[in-house]
């Protein structure tokens, strides 16, 4: 325990981390508490994609506005098929090539989203951002509680990308329920964001994979 009665965990460094820990982790997102979670990219704060209390605590604590939408992890695809409303044929490309090749690759999809879905998901947007990452204890995570949506670890609009415990403010950690720590530093580089939603994809956010690499990519399919 941490404070105020604050759970804190060691789940590196490497990588390596205990079963107890995974089940730790994902019952208190089930319960709806907010988790600081390392990711493939830097730490986020998360929650289940579906608790609106939870979703609306972390916008609490980011200073973010509510109309804009976190991205949501996933372990599986078949994860997508709940939250996306279609799969175009080069999301599928992109798909097989960074989420769950030999080597995986941070890349976010942002899809229509499905149409059972509520609202307050994705911010009142007919879109949501889905990326599957590949850090292993987040797979293992989800695949206990669901989906969970996942946001620097940082107040709104700071342009902070914590890749240790320590580069997260003390105002985010305080508020969190749980804190799960790498015990080394995450990769830093923010996943790339690509709109698949049309006939031709959307670069919204360039990070570790370059704009060119997916346009090329299209190109050649």
């Not at 997508?80 to 769950?100: H, T």
């Not at 015990?183 to 959307?202: C, I, M, Q, R, Y």
């Not at 919204?204 to 370059?210: A, M």
Request: glycine fraction near 8%; hydrophobic fraction near 40%.
């Amino acid at each position: 325990m941490n404070k105020a009665g604050q759970i804190y965990l060691e789940v590196g460094p490497g990588g390596k981390y205990s079963r107890e820990n995974v089940i730790t982790i994902a019952e208190a997102l089930t319960d709806g508490r907010i988790a600081i979670l390392p990711t493939g990219t830097i730490y986020g704060l998360s929650c289940v994609y579906n608790n609106k209390t939870a979703l609306d605590r972390i916008y609490e604590i980011k200073q973010r506005p509510g109309v804009m939408p976190f991205i949501v992890l996933i372990a599986d695809i078949a994860d997508s098929d709940i939250l996306a409303d279609k799969i175009n044929a080069f999301a599928q490309v992109l798909i097989e090539k960074y989420w769950v090749s030999s080597t995986p690759r941070p890349v976010t999809l942002v899809f229509k989203k499905n149409k059972n879905l509520p609202d307050f998901i994705t911010g009142g947007s007919d879109r949501i951002a889905l990326r599957l990452d590949c850090l292993k204890i987040i797979k293992d995570i989800i695949r206990i509680c669901g989906p969970i949506v996942s946001t620097s670890a940082t107040i709104s609009g700071s342009g902070q990308s914590p890749v240790s415990i320590a580069e997260i403010p003390e105002i985010i950690k305080d508020k969190a329920d749980v804190i799960a720590d790498m015990a080394e530093n995450l990769a830093g580089v923010a996943s790339t964001v690509v709109d698949v939603t049309g006939d031709a994809p959307v670069i919204i956010r360039e990070g570790k994979v370059s704009a060119q690499e997916i346009m090329e990519l299209y190109g050649r399919n």
